[in-house]
């Protein structure tokens, strides 16, 4: 549908309404004046005459307007036509009337200039009227052409309780949402060069030992050819763990993370990560241990949350100090079960508390590949602990704190 029949169809309904109305009025009118005056036949012939007249030239007037203000480049020119055809109306039906009364010259006069009087007085309301709808549409004109050149915090500021208010206040929060939508595009435009940087970082690192040790065994500089290729394999292992984690975490953003919940006990999974993990712990001298109530039942993948608390166990290990511990802690609360990861390092800084959970954000000291981590776990976990109906946060000290909610069974 074309905006040019959207127009047309406009243009006639307007057009029909006015000569409804013209009509309505007109025979209302004579209504009244039957009712009120008891003409004669000679004064109804005067009298319908008359209306005719002033029907056919307020018609013509109407749709005069009409065609102008459709063209009109101004507000206040349009309201002052509108006006002036509305007195030139009055007037005429006023000295049409004066006329057929037989009014003396010096009262028809009188009438007249009181006639003259209204029309200027309406003509300054109108312009008066005018002024303000104009200045408030220029405002609103203004801003549009401000956000349209790029300004996104430019506002009308218009504040009325009518239409053109209510445009106005559609146009302010259009533009509010149009700075709010580009803030989030400059933030996310930000996160993936982060994004692709640490990446970078990630793959470049085991890529150059790689090809180093590449070179170095063709060259045969290698004096311990098994040592090299036990390097060579650890590297090929930290990148099969680095795209696995990317491609998990890809799942987890797009929502395509499929779990497979089952009952089970989240002590004995929690006893089976420190297992797992206390190799780890005791070359760093670290105690590891569970604390807990006993059995805790609840429903859910039991591979993923695995993978959630040995992630959480092995930063936990990375950032304690030697001689320190590490404890899971396991507790209930109304309708859920929870665990807390918690160690004796230094804790969370307060600028990472908000974005502890981004991809790839990670302490400076843990940045040195000999730290391990790819800085992925925590925002894996958050996706698996989320994608389970939980919730994970981080705690308050001392130490490290790390604290999940699972839905209990």
């Given at each position: 549908?074309?905006?040019?029949?959207?127009?047309?169809?406009?243009?006639?309904?307007?057009?029909?309404?006015?000569?409804?109305?013209?009509?309505?009025?007109?025979?209302?009118?004579?209504?009244?004046?039957?009712a009120?005056?008891?003409?004669?036949?000679?004064?109804r012939?005067?009298?319908?005459?008359?209306?005719?007249?002033?029907?056919?030239?307020?018609?013509v007037?109407?749709?005069?307007?009409?065609?102008f203000?459709?063209?009109?480049?101004?507000?206040?020119?349009?309201?002052?036509?509108?006006?002036?055809?509305?007195?030139?109306?009055?007037?005429?039906?006023?000295?049409?009337?004066?006329?057929?009364?037989?009014l003396?010259?010096h009262?028809?006069?009188?009438?007249?200039?009181?006639?003259?009087?209204?029309?200027?007085?309406?003509?300054?309301?109108?312009?008066?009227?005018?002024s303000?709808?104009?200045?408030d549409?220029?405002?609103?004109?203004?801003?549009?052409?401000?956000?349209?050149?790029?300004?996104?915090?430019?506002?009308?500021t218009?504040?009325?309780?009518?239409?053109?208010?209510?445009?106005a206040?559609?146009?302010?929060?259009?533009?509010?949402?149009?700075?709010?939508?580009?803030?989030?595009?400059?933030?996310?435009?930000?996160?993936?060069?982060?994004?692709?940087?640490?990446?970078?970082?990630?793959?470049?690192?085991?890529?150059?030992?790689?090809?180093?040790?590449?070179?170095?065994?063709?060259?045969?500089?290698?004096?311990?050819?098994?040592?090299?290729?036990?390097?060579?394999?650890?590297?090929?292992?930290?990148?099969?763990?680095?795209?696995?984690?990317?491609?998990?975490?890809?799942?987890?953003?797009?929502?395509?993370?499929?779990?497979?919940?089952?009952?089970?006990?989240?002590?004995?999974?929690?006893?089976?990560?420190?297992?797992?993990?206390?190799?780890?712990?005791?070359?760093?001298?670290?105690?590891?241990?569970?604390?807990g109530?006993?059995?805790?039942?609840?429903?859910?993948?039991?591979?993923?949350?695995?993978?959630?608390?040995?992630?959480?166990?092995?930063?936990?290990?990375?950032?304690?100090?030697?001689?320190?511990?590490?404890?899971?802690?396991?507790?209930?609360?109304?309708?859920?079960?929870?665990?807390?990861?918690?160690?004796?390092?230094?804790?969370?800084?307060?600028?990472?508390?908000?974005?502890?959970?981004?991809?790839?954000?990670?302490?400076?000291?843990?940045?040195r590949r000999?730290?391990?981590?790819?800085?992925?776990?925590?925002?894996?976990?958050?996706?698996?602990?989320?994608?389970?109906?939980?919730?994970?946060?981080?705690?308050?000290?001392?130490?490290?704190?790390?604290?999940?909610?699972?839905?209990?069974?």
């Amino acid at each position: 549908m074309d905006s040019h029949g959207v127009g047309r169809r406009l243009s006639i309904r307007t057009v029909r309404t006015i000569a409804l109305g013209l009509l309505a009025v007109t025979v209302a009118a004579l209504a009244v004046a039957e009712a009120a005056m008891q003409p004669t036949p000679a004064d109804r012939v005067m009298l319908y005459t008359t209306f005719a007249g002033m029907l056919l030239a307020t018609s013509v007037l109407a749709f005069g307007a009409l065609r102008f203000t459709r063209q009109a480049r101004s507000l206040v020119s349009t309201i002052r036509l509108v006006a002036l055809a509305a007195v030139v109306v009055a007037g005429g039906a006023v000295a049409v009337s004066a006329g057929t009364m037989f009014l003396s010259e010096h009262d028809l006069r009188l009438v007249l200039v009181a006639l003259g009087l209204g029309m200027g007085l309406g003509l300054v309301l109108a312009v008066a009227v005018a002024s303000s709808l104009t200045s408030d549409l220029s405002s609103i004109s203004s801003a549009a052409h401000r956000v349209a050149a790029g300004d996104l915090t430019a506002r009308s500021t218009v504040e009325r309780g009518d239409e053109l208010g209510e445009a106005a206040e559609a146009f302010d929060g259009m533009a509010a949402r149009l700075q709010a939508a580009e803030i989030q595009r400059l933030r996310n435009d930000e996160e993936r060069r982060r994004l692709f940087a640490a990446i970078g970082h990630d793959l470049r690192t085991p890529l150059t030992s790689l090809q180093a040790a590449i070179e170095a065994l063709q060259d045969g500089v290698a004096t311990d050819p098994a040592r090299y290729l036990r390097m060579m394999s650890k590297d090929v292992a930290d990148l099969e763990r680095l795209i696995e984690d990317l491609t998990l975490l890809a799942r987890i953003d797009a929502g395509r993370l499929e779990l497979r919940p089952a009952p089970f006990d989240l002590s004995e999974l929690a006893d089976e990560a420190v297992e797992v993990l206390q190799p780890v712990a005791a070359a760093r001298g670290i105690e590891i241990r569970v604390d807990g109530p006993g059995p805790l039942p609840v429903e859910a993948d039991s591979a993923a949350l695995g993978r959630v608390l040995r992630n959480l166990l092995d930063n936990a290990i990375r950032h304690s100090p030697p001689g320190g511990g590490v404890t899971v802690e396991l507790g209930v609360e109304p309708d859920w079960v929870v665990a807390s990861i918690v160690d004796d390092g230094p804790g969370f800084a307060d600028d990472m508390l908000d974005r502890a959970f981004d991809a790839f954000v990670r302490g400076d000291e843990a940045r040195r590949r000999d730290g391990g981590g790819s800085g992925l776990g925590l925002a894996i976990a958050k996706g698996l602990i989320e994608g389970h109906g939980g919730d994970i946060v981080i705690g308050e000290g001392p130490g490290g704190r790390v604290r999940l909610r699972l839905p209990s069974r």
